[in-house]
């Protein structure tokens, strides 16, 4: 069974969302993401300061089985990214929620959040597709 | 490894199983507007017996001329060892296999051939080949698209002194994936990249420049000053190069202060024959930043579970089996064979046996420029260069290959058609191949047409 955080939001591409203090928000790729591309070797992030559309292909993750593009989301400013990955890519495997985590967008519509799936609904997606 | 082919019963069982009633059905999703056609200029097929007879005409029509033809493609001693090995059964296939790690043998060659063209390049990583040197130069053109993320522009600056068939591949590549290969002009009296060529795009967004070496037209460039020019100006550096030359010549890794970034050229002068088109081999290395942006098939050494050394395709990520539309590339291949027959040509002349023959190469067109400017023909850029050099003739290039050719001379390479600012010029080659007697030869039967009246 994989870890989904209450708190998080999620998308049907995997990704997780979280709401900052700051009004941005910060994503990653769900726990069931991780353990489905395996061991990863290898994480590309977008340069701070992109602006990305919803849906856009902005950060790639590489195991050693697959290769697998994380979207955006949310249309906005890329704050910051997670430029660790690029040498412990490992972290996104280990602790996908926290210090896995790979980029902080700034919406550019704030308090969309509550569009996307819950920890419930998400673990049913997860549920149904692996039937 | 045996290719079979599926037959027509194969084929009818393989569609049943899908529930797909024809081939025609099977493709139905491809839009009539796609699809090739009719193809009107293939003419119909021939028996055996036919076709080799008609190989062998042709063939025989090409005859074998004394040849002084470089332009790309190089006539070189190719000891027998090469091709007696690289034909074995273990190895005849041209294609890294499926399952590839059944196949140790072929693996451990492609991975000493990719240490071997790392070494001779100066550079970190290489992959396993490309399809030839010209559409090596366009994939080296869209990889440093994707691997300098900081430019926008898409803009790779294409020397005039780049082989003209290359830049025409690059150009026919590139330019619906919305790359801009601007052409910088050389200088007329040196044959050299123009400095002021350059000084016209400093300060725009450049995404690489690319540097031939030696320069198409045998000269060699200033490359440590073209390789900073292009990092200062934050552009990435596309070394295009001979494999022998850098027996002489200092590798592109060591260019300027920081090295070429992305290393490409045509392995065919590493123990392929020629012959009319190829197939031949493209080679390319790089930084080992850039590794994920590299197209191709790439070979590692790892241990088993059992810590015993063994090969496997790695960094497969990038291919598109897996990567699919996003791969970097899906028109590339990589000349297994022929990859073989280098990696092997390599291993027998070692070091110092490729600096023998490209110190004779080098040797051979100067004793060749010589004679032939006694013959009446002027050297027409007098700098350093590797195997070729241009001359300008009296009357037409066409004329002079032409009575040449009557004499079972060829000639070499008419610059006319690209470079028509140049007047009547040819460019000529000598290897380690040619002899003095050979040289003699050209230049008595060039001095006979050179002095007879001008048509």
């Known amino acids: ?131 | 490894m045996a290719f079979i082919p599926h037959t027509a019963d194969d084929v009818r069982q393989m569609l049943t199983v899908i529930g797909v009633s024809s081939m025609e059905q099977l493709f139905d999703e491809i839009p009539e507007s796609l699809r090739c056609g009719v193809l009107t200029g293939i003419p119909p097929a021939l028996s055996e017996q036919e076709i080799g007879r008609l190989m062998s005409e042709r063939a025989a029509a090409d005859g074998q001329p004394l040849n002084f033809l470089g332009a790309g493609a190089y006539e070189h001693h190719i000891p027998a060892a090469v091709w007696a090995i690289t034909t074995r059964g273990e190895y005849y296939s041209c294609y890294t296999p499926y399952q590839a790690e059944a196949s140790q043998g072929t693996l451990q060659t492609i991975y000493e051939y990719q240490s071997m063209m790392a070494s001779l390049t100066g550079m970190a990583v290489a992959n396993a080949s490309l399809y030839d040197g010209a559409s090596a130069l366009a994939e080296a053109c869209l990889m440093a698209v994707r691997a300098h993320r900081r430019s926008k522009s898409a803009c790779v600056l294409v020397p005039r002194t780049v082989h003209p068939l290359w830049r025409r591949c690059a150009r026919a590549i590139c330019s619906n994936q919305e790359l801009k290969l601007p052409e910088l002009a050389y200088d007329r009296a040196s044959g050299l990249t123009a400095v002021n060529a350059l000084a016209a795009h400093a300060g725009s967004d450049i995404t690489a420049l690319v540097i031939q070496q030696p320069n198409v037209f045998g000269l060699l460039e200033p490359v440590d000053e073209l390789t900073d020019w292009a990092h200062a100006q934050g552009a990435l550096v596309i070394a295009a190069v001979n494999p022998t030359s850098l027996a002489l010549l200092k590798p592109p890794g060591e260019w300027g202060q920081k090295g070429a970034d992305i290393v490409i050229g045509e392995g065919q002068p590493l123990g392929v024959p020629l012959a009319g088109g190829g197939p031949y081999f493209g080679f390319m290395t790089t930084r080992l930043e850039h590794v994920r942006q590299m197209p191709g098939r790439i070979v590692g050494r790892t241990v088993d579970l059992d810590g015993k050394a063994g090969f496997t395709l790695t960094l497969q990520a990038r291919e598109q089996h897996i990567r699919r539309a996003k791969a970097t590339s899906n028109i590339c291949t990589n000349q297994g064979l022929l990859v073989t027959a280098a990696t092997i040509y390599l291993s027998i002349l070692g070091p110092s046996g490729l600096e023998q023959v490209a110190s004779a190469c080098q040797g051979r067109t100067s004793e060749l420029v010589e004679r032939l400017g006694r013959a009446g023909a002027q050297l027409r850029f007098p700098g350093a260069r590797f195997h070729e050099a241009v001359l300008t003739l009296n009357r037409p290039c066409e004329t002079v290959l032409a009575a040449l050719a009557g004499q079972g001379i060829c000639g070499g390479y008419d610059l006319t058609e690209d470079y028509p600012e140049l007047g009547h010029a040819l460019l000529v080659c000598a290897t380690e191949t040619r002899t003095s007697e050979d040289i003699e030869r050209y230049g008595q039967a060039l001095a006979r047409i050179l002095s007879g009246d001008r048509p």
């Not at chain 1, 896995?100 to 920890?119: N, S, V």
């Open chain 1, 1 to 131: 069974m994989t870890d989904t955080p209450k708190d998080l939001r999620y998308t049907d591409s995997h990704e997780w969302l979280r709401a900052r203090p700051d009004g941005s928000v910060e994503i990653g790729i769900t726990d069931h993401a991780q353990h489905a591309l395996g061991d990863l070797v290898f994480v590309e992030v977008p340069d701070a300061g992109r602006k990305v559309t919803a849906g856009e292909a902005c950060a790639v993750v590489e195991s050693v089985k697959a290769a697998s593009d994380v979207y955006s989301p949310l249309a906005g400013t890329v704050l910051e990214s997670n430029t660790g990955l690029a040498a412990t890519p490992e972290q996104i495997n280990k602790d996908p929620y926290g210090a896995g985590w790979i980029m902080r967008i700034k919406p550019d519509d704030p308090g969309q959040l509550a569009r996307f799936m819950d920890a419930q609904a998400y673990a049913a997606l997860v549920a149904s597709a692996a039937e």
